[in-house]
């Protein structure tokens, strides 16, 4: 006798198993996530199945792990073709059944750390909790400071007490060579901070961090690579607005090229950072800090544009989401930059690189060359330091080349 479950999806049968009056739940969830239709079919059907299964081997509803969805695909797989979804559709039902209470979070046992690994994930809550820095800070500095801990004790106690400047020369040179001028700038800095952070703990008298050695820097070494102006209009122009994913694309492009936004700012911005009375948008910056940036009637009319019509109906307080299932916000800043890369391909756009940070300092250039001060673009882009702005003093040519003097004899 067949069965309908959410005027959606017709079985053959009705349901048996501990999972039948979950069921109709379950397709519920999976249809608010913006799957399609065919998509919830194939679920509902695999999660009917694999109910029928845990009846025939009398598993009882509590006593579901993530055991018996492999056990149950191992068997399906003689019975029928496997499909390419159907872990991951399992996976989905057992999240849900767990989210809901209906079956019991499985208990993982930690792995056993070595105590390099202690040390290091002590320092990473120091960072985190008395230096409050941001995620993407510790996730760089942590494993700098897990290989340097493995290379001086290896899998033995770590006695900071016993490190010397001998020890950490020894690591920086033997790994510099192996990394690029940025990445190497970026170990010595961790080193530093983890040095800071032994004195802190008490275990280490010497200021070691002093011993850190300087990778070579050249002050604004390289022009910024933006994006000009009449390229930034070109790709708007070239942005569907009928379509859905259009009218985000455009919004989040706009943030980008008219406010300066990192990318990850973007991704992560939430209904609740934009103050429509005020006018204002709040950003959550590096470190952890606040920005506020006025939201201008042409970015405000693309963000409202979306809103209204465009973003699809979710609990999410996430300003722009994903346009397939699951419907949810973007997991970090590569979200935003796959949009970029895309929308400059499609356009057939010929950019100085494929990231979003180039809008960034195309922002910048184009203030520049509109006669704004350093401190008036470092106040715009949320820079805490006057010296990171200094980099914009070298890509004003223009301006540069009204001071030079004439080639004796006439133009070169």
Known sequence: MKCTINDQVVLSRAPEGPLTAHISAFAAFISAQGYVLY???????????????????????????????????????RQVKPGLGDAAALKHLIDFLRDEGVIPAEKVSAPRLNPAECCARG??????????????????????????????FGNGTVTLSDLCARDVVGFVQRQAPHLNRKRAKLMTTA????????????????DLAAAVPIVANWSTPSIPRAISADQVQQLLASID???????????????????????????????????????????????GLRNEFPLSVEVGKAIAAYLHNGRPHTTSRRVF???????????????????????????????????????RHGLATEMLRQGASLGEIGDVLGHRHPQTTKIYTKVDLEALRTLALPWPGGER
């Open 321 to 359: 989401l994903r346009a397939k299932a699951p419907i949810r916000g973007f997991r970090g800043a590569s979200g935003v930059g796959s949009i970029v890369r895309h929308s400059l391909k499609r356009a057939g756009i010929n950019a100085p690189t494929c990231g979003a940070h180039q809008f």
């Open 123 to 152: 320092y990473e809550q120091y960072l985190r909790e008395a230096c409050g820095l941001a995620k993407a800070t510790i996730v760089n500095y942590v494993p700098f400071i897990r290989s340097f801990l493995e290379d001086r």
């Open 39 to 77: 998509s919830i079919h194939r679920q509902v059907h695999l999660a009917v199945c694999f109910s029928r299964w845990l009846k025939q081997k009398g598993v009882e509803l509590h006593c579901i792990s993530s055991d018996h969805p492999k056990r149950y695909l191992r068997y399906r797989a």
């Open 191 to 206: 080193m530093r901070s983890f040095l800071k952070y032994a004195r802190y703990c008490g275990e280490v008298v010497l």
């Open 241 to 287: 607005r009928r379509t859905a994913i259009g009218r985000r694309d455009y919004a989040i492009l706009l943030l980008l090229a008219r406010l300066g936004l990192r990318s990850g700012e973007v991704a992560f911005l939430e209904l609740d950072d934009i103050d429509w009375n005020a006018g204002t948008l709040s950003v959550q910056s590096k470190g």
